[in-house]
């Protein structure tokens, strides 16, 4: 009877956890690429108004 009381893993948590980890890299890189854009725009714009 107590093994029908212990808490088991949903079996789609491997899969969640794969999914929230490339989420997680996906929001890291796309940050990066709009930090470098923004970046060059900037310099870009500095370039072009001296």
């Known amino acids: 009877m107590g ?3 212990k808490p088991v893993p949903p079996p789609e948590d491997g899969e969640t956890r794969s999914l929230m980890s490339r989420l997680l890299w996906f929001a890291a ?10 970046s060059a725009a900037y ?5 072009l108004l001296m």
Do not use: W, Y
């Open 29 to 38: 890189i796309s940050a990066c690429g709009v930090a470098a854009v923004a």
């Open 43 to 47: 310099g870009l714009r500095h370039l």
């Open 3 to 5: 093994r029908l009381f």
